[in-house]
C-alpha cells in the first residue's frame, strides 16, 4: 500500500513538471513570436516612411513639370506672368503642388506610427509572455514540491 502512495506522489510530480515544462515552452514561443512581430513591424514602418518619401519626391517633380508646362502655355499665348490672374493661377497651383506632397508625407507618417504602435504592443506582450515563462517555472517547482509533500504527507 505504501508503494502505491509513493507511486501516485512520483506521477503527480513528473504530471506538474511536465505541465510547467509544457507552459513554459507555450510561453517562450509566444515571447519569440511577439519579439519577431514587433522587429517586422518596425522594419514595415521605416519602409513605409521610405516610401512616403519617395512618393512625396516624385509628386514635386511631377508637380514642377505641370507647373512649367502651365507657364509655357501662358507664355505661348501671350500672357506674361508680371502680374493679375496668370501669376495667381501659378501660385495656387504651386500651393497646391506643396499640399498634396505634404499630405502624402502626412500619411506616410501616420501609417508608420501605427505600425510602431503596433511593434510597441507586440513588445510588452513579449515580455508579459516572458514573465508567464518564469511563472510557470516557478508553479512548476511548486506544483512538484506540493505533490511530494502530499505523498509523503499520506504515506504518514
Known amino acids: 500500500m505504501a508503494w502505491i502512495m509513493i507511486a501516485q506522489a512520483v506521477?503527480?510530480?513528473?504530471s506538474a513538471a511536465a505541465s510547467a515544462n509544457a507552459q513554459r515552452q507555450s510561453a517562450k514561443a509566444q515571447q519569440a513570436a511577439s519579439?519577431?512581430?514587433a522587429q517586422v513591424m518596425e522594419q514595415n514602418a521605416a519602409t513605409e516612411r521610405q516610401?512616403?518619401?519617395a512618393r512625396e519626391e516624385m509628386q514635386r517633380r511631377q508637380a514642377r513639370q505641370v507647373l512649367g508646362e502651365q507657364a509655357a502655355g501662358l507664355a505661348q499665348a501671350g500672357i506674361?506672368?508680371?502680374g493679375g490672374s496668370a501669376?495667381?493661377?501659378m501660385e495656387q497651383s504651386a500651393t497646391n503642388a506643396e499640399l498634396?506632397?505634404?499630405s502624402i508625407r502626412y500619411e506616410g507618417d501616420m501609417r508608420a506610427r501605427g505600425l510602431l504602435a503596433s511593434a510597441e504592443q507586440e513588445t510588452y506582450q513579449g515580455r508579459v509572455s516572458g514573465m508567464n515563462a518564469r511563472t510557470a517555472t516557478?508553479?512548476?517547482?511548486?506544483?512538484?514540491?506540493?505533490s511530494i509533500l502530499g505523498g509523503v504527507s499520506r504515506y504518514q
Do not use: E, K, P, R
Not at 506521477?11 to 513528473?14: G, H, S
Open 11 to 14: 506521477v503527480a510530480a513528473v
Open 35 to 37: 519579439n519577431y512581430n
Open 51 to 53: 516610401q512616403a518619401n
Open 80 to 82: 506674361g506672368l508680371g
Open 87 to 89: 501669376l495667381d493661377i
Open 100 to 102: 498634396d506632397a505634404l
Open 138 to 146: 516557478t508553479s512548476g517547482a511548486l506544483g512538484v514540491a506540493g
